[in-house]
């Protein structure tokens, strides 16, 4: 292993072509003094992807990146298969353009004389650069982690005993995806949150985190349990960062997002025309800010639910447009009949149907006001730009205010148009020859034609001047007002907020609660059957047998009864009066959990030992025995009764005896 220090890797094509994939390339590893650590003239685009991981340089630099591969596509994946914290730098690229490696490389004093370099000293200058500094980052490592809180067993069985336990569950996920919820809040981290609900709780939820798992830890930790698991996943998203040959389009579009575990996203032009439409699962905001900025403007985005979700508010911050939600929430029917209207089929599943439905809504809303613009325009029939006069007014400017603005702009390309032909004509008769006179006719009139467009122009400018300074000051005004109320709402909110955090503690309090009472009814229902069925026969339960804990027994269940059964749970030898108690009320027997049995035995009183299980259960002081028990105390108790029947017989004999010598006694005297 290289010793842990700083490196910088140069990288320059050798021989071959990425496209003929015979490819071999120079490479070259220094440290951060400049020395040289590795050469390698000549090695395989897999020997340079295990030298990146071997050596982990800070950063890498070529001077063309498609000198990896032969097209963009595959060398995102060439760049998806190097170190994550690994910075790919152009280094002959930046603010003046790109330059010629070999020019840097000879103002650096990295190379002497004329023409190319060869492909080891273009590596060196390409790390030797990348160590300085220089270039234009062309690989963007997006670091985003994925916490999914789900559910960690699938209930079995049926009945209410399966709704019980999904009920449980649900509850146990939905609390552990708040606990997580408050846990990023506390640590002030940017997230999405997306979850199915479900009756009782939650399926699941899906955090997308924007930061580095080892920002997570300490925050949110990894959790398997019986009823919920707590995954973390780091997620590495390439993106290139190379000049693009044409600008972005620059059409005005209306969205609809259905966001969720699976986002369906929906684009419309101003004209009601699809764009494009799909659902993908896990598709993070800065994903739908590429596509959407791929497509073109957007400025209206749609939901269809009458809460705006935060990550639609974020995405139409990132393009300065407005977001539209009806006034509740939208109906599937509805939706559905909305999302065929525009398209002519039902689409492929309902997120596409909820977003294309979204947008279409919003799209109807504004139609009107299109259709009236584009009536107004081609009753002027000047050849005003409508596109850009449509979007102005969608985003609030009025009809009349964009209509002067197009204008504007229209009357400055016609003063540009006349400068350049004033001058096209002040020198092209000057060269022809021609009169004075005619010269200074000319210009005279287009002086004066370039002066009136001027007029036309500033007195535009000065009312559109005015009209600003009037809505500042009012929009100052406002301002003002508003800071003044929102100095008393922070105070509100702050006391809204404490509210609400202790209301969800009690909550989930309540939840717990809830569910542990539920386990807990579940366990009464279940003995109250085997008590109604016969299987089991409620016993009374005494901690000791004391006359103390005999007396409490008798207040809270009654005197005891003929044939009745006690577990006594310390069976220490009793006193005189609860011996009496037991005997002269022809109790059945006792149970003795802790104790020798054979101490009651052998007062006459029927015991046997017990311990817990099926056949004794012991609930919220209560004690059930099944039918084997009563059967052993039956036995004992028979046993006793045939030993005290024994010495009934030997106690009768021996007095048959003791007369029977009395009587012979008597003769004899």
Not at 198 to 216: M, N, P, Q
Not at 220 to 230: A, C, N, Q, T, W
Not at 318 to 346: C, H, T
Request: contains cysteine; neutral net charge.
């Amino acid at each position: 292993m290289p010793p842990n220090r700083d490196y910088y890797m140069g990288v320059d094509i050798a021989s071959g072509s990425p496209a003929g994939r015979r490819v071999l390339y120079s490479i070259v590893v220094i440290d951060s003094e400049g020395n040289t650590i590795l050469v390698n003239p000549s090695a395989s685009l897999s020997r340079l992807i295990r030298l990146a991981w071997e050596y982990r340089p800070r950063r890498l630099g070529l001077d063309n990146p498609m000198e990896l591969a032969s097209n963009k596509k595959e060398l995102e994946r060439v760049l998806s298969l190097l170190p994550p914290e690994l910075e790919v730098v152009q280094v002959n690229a930046g603010e003046e353009g790109v330059q010629r490696i070999a020019t840097i490389a000879r103002e650096k004093g990295l190379a002497k004389g004329r023409g190319k370099l060869d492909p080891v000293s273009t590596a060196y200058a390409a790390a030797f650069l990348a160590m300085e500094g220089r270039g234009r980052p062309i690989r963007v490592v997006e670091e985003k982690t994925l916490i999914t809180v789900s559910k960690a067993r699938s209930p079995k069985g049926g009945g209410y005993s399966q709704q019980r336990l999904q009920r449980r569950v649900r509850a146990s996920v939905h609390i552990a995806a708040m606990k997580v919820k408050e846990a990023l809040d506390k640590a002030g981290l940017e997230y999405d949150m997306n979850y199915r609900k479900s009756i009782g709780g939650l399926e699941s939820a899906v955090f997308t985190v924007y930061a580095s798992r080892d920002k997570l830890r300490g925050i949110v930790r990894p959790h398997k349990g019986l009823d919920y698991s707590i995954t973390v996943k780091p997620v590495y998203k390439i993106r290139l960062n190379l000049e693009e040959e044409a600008g972005q389009p620059d059409t005005p579009l209306i969205v609809g997002l259905d966001p969720g575990i699976t986002t369906g996203v929906a684009v419309l032009d101003i004209n009601g025309r699809v764009v494009y439409l799909d659902s993908r699962k896990n598709l993070d905001r800065g994903e739908i800010v590429r596509i959407l900025a791929g497509l073109g403007r957007p400025i209206i985005f749609a939901v269809d639910v009458a809460e705006i979700p935060e990550s639609v508010r974020w995405i139409a911050a990132k393009f300065g447009a407005q977001v539209y939600s009806p006034g509740q929430d939208m109906e599937s029917g509805e939706k559905r009949e909305l999302a065929i209207r525009i398209l002519g089929r039902a689409p492929d599943d309902t997120h596409q149907r909820d977003a294309l439905a979204a947008a279409y809504k919003a799209y109807l809303i504004v139609k009107n006001k299109l259709e009236t613009i584009q009536r107004q325009l081609d009753k002027m029939g000047i050849g005003l730009d409508s596109t850009r006069v449509k979007e102005e007014v969608l985003r609030g400017v009025t009809v009349a205010e964009a209509i002067e603005r197009a204008i504007e702009s229209e009357l400055s390309s016609i003063m540009e148009n006349v400068g350049a032909a004033s001058s096209a004509v002040h020198v092209g008769f000057g060269e022809s020859g021609r009169s004075c006179e005619s010269d200074g006719h000319l210009e005279l009139v287009a002086r004066i034609n370039e002066l009136k467009a001027e007029n036309l122009y500033l007195q535009r400018r000065l009312a559109e001047v005015e009209r600003r300074a009037r809505y500042a000051l009012l929009e100052a005004e406002r301002i003002r007002r508003e800071a003044k109320a929102e100095v008393y709402k922070d105070l509100e909110v702050r006391k809204l907020r404490e509210i609400v955090e202790k209301l969800n503690s009690k909550v989930r309090s309540l939840e717990e609660r809830i569910a542990s009472l539920e386990e807990e009814a579940e366990k009464a229902r279940n003995l109250l059957l085997a008590v109604g069925r016969g299987r089991l026969v409620l016993a009374r339960l005494l901690p000791v047998l004391s006359s103390r804990a005999l007396k409490r027994s008798i207040e809270s269940m009654g005197p005891l009864q003929e044939n009745e059964v006690v577990v006594v749970r310390d069976g220490v030898v009793p006193d005189h009066d609860v011996l009496q108690s037991l005997e002269s009320s022809g109790v059945l027997g006792v149970i003795v959990l802790g104790g020798d049995p054979e101490r009651l035995v052998s007062h006459g009183i029927p015991a046997v030992a017990g311990s817990l299980g099926d056949c004794l259960i012991i609930w919220r002081g209560l004690a059930f025995i099944c039918d084997s028990i009563i059967e052993e105390l039956v036995e004992v108790r028979e046993r006793i009764e045939a030993e005290r029947e024994s010495w009934v017989n030997i106690e009768r004999i021996i007095e048959e005896y003791r007369r029977s010598r009395e009587v012979s006694r008597a003769k004899r005297a």
